[in-house]
Every structure is written in C-alpha cells, then in structure tokens.
C-alpha cells in the first residue's frame, strides 16, 4: 500500500499557513525574539521546544494577539495579523495555568467562547456535548473547576479551546501540571484529536520528550533565536549544532581537529598518543579545522577486550555506573583523561552483570555512529 | 513549641480581657437603672427607650446611614476602577502621581484631611451638608477600596482574564463576565470598609459637615464631651451588637464556603 | 481603545486631583496668607475681576508670616515634640503588649487561630469614638478601675487618670492594638518551624532560639506594625480631645483648636503644613522598609 507522507514542508508548491517575517520582540532592554523568520503549515502539529526564557512562550503569544511584535510581521492563511483583534481570529489558545474560569461550570466554561461567537444559541449545547465526548467528560458537564481533578481540568482546558474550531490551536505547556505517568498517557491523546479534527497545533514546551513525541516538526529556540527546525528525528540524529546536540538528550562532545582523506571520510584528531577517530561525513572543515565530534552514548559499545573491526576504538576504565533500570548508563574515563558516557541495554539480571566499577573497558563505535558538528 | 503553652494561653487571655473587657462593661452599663454610669442599680432597658425617643439621634443615624450607603457606593466603583487601573494598567502618562494621590489619604492625618477639604468647598462656594460628607467620605474610602480590591487583582492569574479575550471577549465583557465574578468577595469587603469608615469618620464630617447635617459620631462626641452617658452606653451597645452579628455571619459563611471548597478539591483528587 | 482606556483612568484620576490634590494646594496658599477677622476670615482673597493686577497682588500679598510666627511661639513647638514623643512611646508600649498576643495566635492550633484573627479584627470594625469612649467610663475618678484597686486595697485614696497622658496612652495602645499585632502574626505565622528545630538541634535554648530566630524572622512585622502605630497617632485627635487633660499636648487638637475656637485658618493651615512635613520622614522610612521587604521576596 502507497502511503502519502505528511512533509509539506519539503514541497516546494505548499503554501504555508504561518509565516514570520523577520519578526522581533523587545521588553525595553530585553530582546525576547531576535529576527525570527519560519513557516508552519496546514494539520502540522508544531513544538516550540526550549529552556525557560528562550522567547517561546512569546512567540505564541504573539500567534495568539496576545503581544504585538516590535518589528516583522507575522501572517495566518495570508492575512497580516496585526489588522485583525485578538477576539476575532480564528485562533484559541490553550493556557499553562488552564485558565478555567472558576465561577462558571466545565459547560459553561466550554459554551464561553461559542456564546460570542455567530453560533445560533439553539446549537451550543449540542457543540458542547460534542466536546465533552471528544475529550471524554462527557458527565462532568455540571461540576466547578475545583470539583474535579488536574488531569480533568486539562480536558476541560482542550475542550475550551477546541469549541469555536479555530484553524490554529496554540498550546502553552499543556501537560506541565500533570505528573509523569499521566502526561505521557496525554501526550498519545493530544495526538489523536489532533488528527481527528485536522487543526493545526502549535505547542509550546520545555520538555524534550513531549516535543518529540507530539509533533511533526520541532523548532529549537535559544536567547531569543531559532537554531533549527526539523522532524524529531532529524533534530535527534543530525543536530545542527553543539547546541542543539547538548540540548537534546544526552551526548558525548569530543573536541578536534579534522582532515578529509582520500576516500572522502574525515579523520579526527582529538588527544595526544590518540589514534585520530574516523568519521564518515560530508561536513564542511572549517579554514582552522576545529570541529566537535558529538556521539551519543547508546551508539557505543563497550567489551573487555578491544574489537578487532571496529572503526574506532579508545581504552578507559569505569569510574561510574548509574542503573537506570531498563538502562545502565556507564561513566567510563579515557587514558586521555576525557569522561564518557556508554549506555547498555539491561538484558540480564543485575547479579549477572558483565561490568563493575574500575574494569579496564574498550569503547568502540562505527564511522557513521557520530556526527561532526561545525558550529 | 507545646510546652510552651502556658505562656501562649496566659498572654492571649490577658490580651484579649484587655481588647474585650472595657466593651463588656459598657454594655453591661447600658442595662443599669441609674444615671450614674458607674454604679449599678439594677436592671433597665430604659435607656434604649429614652434613646429610640430622642429625635437628635435618631436624624443623626439616618444622616449617617445616608451618607455612609451612598459614600461606599461610590467609593466601591470608584476604588474598584483604581485597583483595575493600578494592577492592570500598565503604563500611562502621570501614573506615579496617581498612585501617591491613592496612598497619601492611607497616611494623611484626619485633621488634615478635614481642613484641606472644608477649605475647598468653601473656595468654590460649595453650601456644607450631606453632599459635602458624601464627597469627603467617597474620597478617602475610595483609597481604601483600592488597596483591598488591587490585593486580590494582583493575586489573580492574569491568564484567566486572557483566555476569556482569547474566547472572543472584549475587554469591558471580559471583566463584566470573567473579572468581576472572581474579585466580587473582595469588591464586597471593600464596601463593607468603605461603609464602616463612613459611619466611623467623626473628624472629616466635623469639618465639612453643614449645621442641618449632624452625623451619629459627630452627636456622641458632643455628647461624651460633657461626659459619660447612659444613653450613650445604649447606644454604643446596639452598634456594638449589629457590627459582631455582621462580622460573625460573615465569617461563617466564608469559613463554611472554604470548608466545602477544600471537601470537593480533595473529592476531585481522590476520584481523579 | 486607547482613548477608551485614557477616559476609564481620566475619571478617578480626576475626581482625586479635585479633591486630594487641589484642597491640599489650598491648604499651603492658605498658610501663606494672614488672617482677619471677617468672612473667610483670611487675606489676601484671590479675585479674577481685578485682571492682571488682582493675581499679582494675590502673590506679593503671600508670605511665610505664619511660618515665623509658630517658630515663636512656644507652644506650638512643644506641640509637635510631645505628639513625637507621646506617638514614640505608644508605639513602644503596643509593641510589648502586642508582640506576646501575635506569638500566642501563632503558635495557636489550627482550629483556634480563624477565630482569634477574628476576634482580633473584630474591634477594628467596631466605632473608634465608641471604644474610647468605654475607657472614660473605667478611667474616671469613681470609674471601674479605681474600684477595683480600692477594693483590692492597693490604693485608698481614687487615682486621676482621666484627663491624664496615662489615658492618652491607654487610649492609643488600647484601639492601635490591632494594627501592631496583625503584621506581626502574619510574619510568625509563615516562619518556617523546621529552624526552630534546626536552632534547637545545634544546641540553642527556647529562649536563645526565641531571640536568635523568631525575633530576627519577625522583625518585618515588627516593623511595619510599628509604622502602622506611630504615623497615625502623630496626628490623632480623638483620643487627646477625650482622654487627655490640660497637659497633654498633641498636634492634631491644637489644629482643631486654632480652626474651630480661634478661627485662625491661615495659622491652622501652617500647622497642618508642618505635620506633613514632619510626617513625611517616618512615611518615606516606612515605604523604603516595604520596597525592600517586597525585592526581599
């Protein structure tokens, strides 16, 4: 069976339903956004991923005309955002506090934005229901926000949000309230109805996990700037950057100076009495040859004795063991003196483990495990 | 900490005689048959019958319930308006001078107050009377509205006021349908202050009071100047008696309305 | 919009420059001019018929005669130095007798501390005239006090105490109670219970820990209890007019007096102008000492 993949952003003829222009936003002093220029398309669900203080929160803020940008402008299906009142786009935010009205009940909370807009009085309730079933509540209609619990406050918040079926649902750290287990349940939810109604949802989080396993693209802010927008995939396996490397899940940086060789492979050399590390890639040297070689732990393998047919070997001992359950993450120090991190699948009882603390370890990982990173 | 008891138990006992006694002997005092306040005589309601036929009182109290209704109306939207204007304001030409001028009659000696007012009215021609106490007393409770109101504004989560702009309100029908409903315990407390100033206030009204617009503090303060007064004492008692009823019905409603607001949180969590 | 939002502020904001600012504007040009005897009873009188010349002849005719002639008097002086002191060591006095009450609410148990804070607030809303006026009963030559004292034999001739600075001061600390232990029961309250534990473990007693961390954990309270007694009482009037005697002198019945019995509206208002003045330096402190509680937290 042929399936279409969901990539608007890889077709040259799709037409974006979000643009930044060049867009800035200055608190006196403080620069939140600093010329921000993207696009987001029809159905995407989109994160804004970063640390708290990146300017995220700001840029949906703006989606939802609840900031003016001081500088750029910001287009929703062709139309200049600014030339329209927050109250009458069709955008609707979901807020981090919830922002449940607590004098009114979870209908009348959900019936709020429909009874301003065009809909016929007589078909509210029924709308209402219907939100109530999408997000499974169908028989709270009645109680007060303080009468039912946090998980359920947050579907009251989404059904809020979703009634007047805005084109753009923007959610502001939608599942930071709840506890793990719960969120991660969320997470799958948020995901269906998105697919269900086929609304565009922009998300805001500081939590990398939920960003990549909500969304279509992720767009990795930092200070104020946008450092890289791809799928989760992508921003996973070829970081564009120290940066955004360090930021997503753990990795070992390496620091280096790289040459290409004759077969076109690049050869890195990191530590004195070092064999130089092999890396197959088709990054650009800079003129000083400094890069960072950036691997993540669960790439590597560790034995006892050193691989014959490894790409790249390097000797250490295990200084450390973190056992994680699933997992054990190993702290293994070089003969050079760096710290690295290995990971091991704990696929036998942990009296049968292979390795303890202070074991000579060989660390090894083939030439397409890593990436060369530039900036 | 619980050894300590003694000493907590002693210092609130003495304190609290200290607070309650002297309110308890003028009551007591208000039942006596003498005319000498300080000697009992047996028991008497006929003070409160002298005073229910004392015309001069009974004025004074409608002056003053007038005024005070219609000061702490005022100074309610008024006071509510600035709190809204303070906390959510933002930044507007000429805030700094706004806000002092909504401090300063927190600090402002009475008498001063009282005199700079009084001159005023009399600058501008302004016949002194009931008009004039409701302006004076609006002025200063307004102040008072504001600090109560603007505490529970602060503390209210701005996004709940953007999530209904977010659903397609307007500003005024945002804090017409969202807004007022949160901080209406606090705009009634404020009212309740302001109104409480307004029949407290004997030195302002002193001031800019008419002759044909004596009001109750202003008729007890001539009165207890040429010293203690049974009727006074009965007086004093029914005000006594309508602020403790007002102050304990209100209290147990709020207590009892936290009470089932705390049952129903943990019944949410235990079923969530 | 904007507009919108200019008239929402423009109506308060209005109504207290009416009758805030421009009364108090009144109140300095009015110690600036010299008192007559006739109605109003001050000079110069500022007319628009004159022209020019009317409003030139308003200014030239202001000066600090007022000013000079509180200087040379005596008694106004003193005035201001006894509402100082008398205000000083009320606030002292509640302070002791409030601080006991606030440690006790706040080491009260859960159930009893609403009704102590209501039976704290409660006097509060209850007529200020009225509680001192309870106090001339109990203070008074045949008052409740002093018979209670003669009838426990401490005393046998009737103490004076009406009229007294004694009843001033009972008076202030009696109906000023409430603002002293309010602030300091709301700073006990949130003192965190583990440090006591914490002084306790390294080796403080309960009267070492009392005045090496509550005191110190408390001293906002204390503070802003302090500020909320002494600025008030500076300028009362009630409590001197009702409880006090010949002797005591406080700065807001000398106002009151000059105004109503000497009709000396420009001497009044150059009284009022120096309280202000006087008042300014504890209300900058206070608010000082609050901005940094607040950039504390």
């Known amino acids: 069976m042929f399936m279409t993949i969901f990539e608007p952003w890889n077709e040259t003829n799709s037409k974006p339903f979000i643009e930044f222009r060049g867009v800035s936003k200055r608190f006196g002093a403080l620069t939140a956004i600093d010329n921000v220029s993207f696009s987001i398309y029809e159905r995407e669900f989109f994160a804004l991923l970063g640390p708290s203080g990146c300017g995220k929160t700001t840029l949906m803020r703006m989606l939802g005309g609840l900031e003016k940008p001081s500088k750029g402008q910001i287009f929703i299906d062709g139309q200049d955002i600014n030339t329209i009142p927050a109250n009458k786009r069709s955008v609707n935010m979901m807020f981090q506090s919830y922002a449940l009205f607590p004098h009114l009940t979870v209908a009348d909370n959900i019936a709020f934005g429909l009874k301003r807009s065009d809909m016929p009085k007589s078909e509210i309730p029924d709308r209402v229901n219907e939100m109530l079933k999408l997000v499974q509540l169908d028989n709270l209609d009645a109680r007060k926000p303080h009468q039912i619990s946090g998980g359920q406050r947050q579907r009251v918040a989404l059904a809020r949000s979703l009634a007047k079926a805005p084109k753009l649902l923007l959610l502001d750290e939608p599942l930071g309230a709840l506890d793990k287990k719960l969120r991660q349940e969320t997470q799958f939810e948020l995901v269906d109805i998105q697919e269900k109604l086929g609304t565009t949802f922009v998300i805001v989080t500081h939590d990398q996990e939920e960003a990549m396993t909500v969304a279509s693209r992720i767009a990795i802010m930092d200070q104020g700037k946008l450092i890289q927008i791809d799928t989760p995939d992508l921003i996973y396996e070829a970081p564009s950057s120290v940066r955004v490397a360090d930021f997503i899940g753990d990795v070992n940086l390496i620091e280096g100076n790289a040459q290409k060789m004759a077969n076109g492979k690049m050869q890195i050399e990191w530590a004195e009495s070092q064999p130089a590390l092999i890396a197959d890639s088709s990054a650009q040297i800079p003129n000083d040859g400094k890069i960072t070689f950036a ?81 | 900490m619980k050894r300590f008891t003694w000493f907590n138990t002693i210092s609130l006992t003495l304190g609290f005689a200290f607070l309650y006694i002297p309110m308890l002997i003028l009551i007591i005092y208000s039942f006596n048959a003498s005319k000498l306040v300080t000697v009992w005589a047996g028991f008497s309601t006929q003070w409160y019958s002298r005073l229910f036929n004392n015309e001069a009182f009974i004025d004074a109290a409608w002056v003053t319930l007038k005024v005070g209704f219609i000061s702490s109306c005022a100074a309610t939207i008024l006071g509510t308006m600035i709190a809204y204007i303070m906390v959510r304001g933002g930044r507007f030409y000429g805030r700094s001078l706004f806000s002092s001028m909504i401090y300063a009659p927190l600090v402002m000696p009475e008498v001063i107050t009282g005199l700079s007012l009084l001159l005023l009215f009399i600058s501008i021609g302004l016949d002194r009377g009931v008009f004039t106490i409701i302006l004076a007393h609006t002025t200063f409770s307004m102040c008072y509205v504001s600090v109560v109101v603007s505490s529970r504004l602060a503390s209210f989560d701005v996004s709940i006021e953007e999530a209904a702009i977010d659903l397609g309100c307007t500003a005024f029908d945002a804090f017409r349908s969202v807004t007022l409903p949160i901080i209406a315990p606090a705009v009634i407390s404020g009212w309740l202050l302001a109104f409480t100033l307004s029949l407290d206030d004997l030195v302002i009204a002193s001031f800019v009071s008419g002759p044909a617009s004596t009001t109750l503090p202003i008729k007890i303060y001539s009165s207890v100047r040429l010293g203690l007064s049974p009727e006074i004492n009965a007086l004093s008692t029914l005000m006594i008696a309508v602020v403790t009823f007002g102050v304990l019905t209100s209290s147990i409603i709020s207590k009892r309305a936290i009470k089932r607001q705390k049952r129903e949180e943990e019944q949410a969590f235990k079923n969530g | 919009m904007n507009f919108r939002k200019y008239l929402f502020i423009l ?91 606030a440690y006790g609410m706040a080491n009260a148990s859960n159930e009893w501390r609403p009704t102590l804070i209501m039976l704290v607030i409660l006097p509060f809303w209850t007529s200020f005239l009225i509680r001192i006026y309870s106090w001339m009963g109990i203070l008074s030559q045949e008052g409740f006090l002093n018979q209670f004292l003669l ?130 330096v504890p209300i900058i402190l206070f608010q000082r000492s609050e901005q940094k509680q607040r950039e504390a937290e």
């Open chain 3, 11 to 101: 109506i308060p904001y209005s109504w207290l420059v009416a009758l805030f600012l421009v009364p108090f504007i009144i109140v300095v040009k009015m110690s600036l001019s010299d008192g007559v005897m006739a109605i109003p009873p001050y000079t110069p009188y500022l007319t628009l018929t004159e022209g020019w010349a009317g409003i030139t002849n308003f200014f030239t005719n202001l000066d600090f005669e007022n000013f000079i002639f509180l200087t040379e008097d005596n008694l106004y002086w003193i005035a201001y130095l006894s509402s100082l002191k008398i205000a000083a060591i009320s606030t002292v006095i509640t302070l002791l007798v409030g601080y006991p009450i």
């Open chain 3, 151 to 280: 009838w426990l034999g401490i005393i046998d001739q009737p103490l004076t105490l009406l009229n007294t600075n004694i009843a001033v001061y009972i008076g202030i600390v009696y109906t000023y109670l409430p603002f002293m232990i309010l602030p300091i029961y709301a700073s006990l309250e949130k003192l965190d219970l583990s440090l006591l534990e914490a002084a306790k473990d390294l080796g403080c007693n309960r009267t070492q820990s009392f005045w090496l961390v509550t005191v110190p954990l408390s001293k906002a309270g204390i503070i802003a209890g302090c500020f909320l007694v002494f600025i008030p009482v500076i300028g009362e009037f009630v409590i001197p007019s009702l409880l006090g005697g010949a002797d005591t002198l406080m700065i807001g019945t000398i106002l009151w007096q000059e105004f109503f019995a000497n009709r000396d509206w420009p001497v009044a208002s150059a009284v009022a102008v120096i309280l202000l003045l006087i008042l300014m």
């Open chain 1, 295 to 375: 691997i993540r732990p669960e790439k590597i393998a560790m034995t006892k004795h050193k691989p014959d047919d490894a790409d790249n070997a390097v000797e250490g001992h295990i200084q450390d063991i973190a056992y994680l359950g699933n997992v054990s993450i190993f702290k293994v120090r070089l003969t050079s003196g760096q710290l690295m991190n290995a990971q091991a699948s704990n696929t036998r009882r942990l009296s049968r483990r292979n390795f303890t603390w202070e074991d000579k370890v060989w660390l090894s990982w083939t030439e397409t495990a890593g990436i060369v990173l530039t900036k």
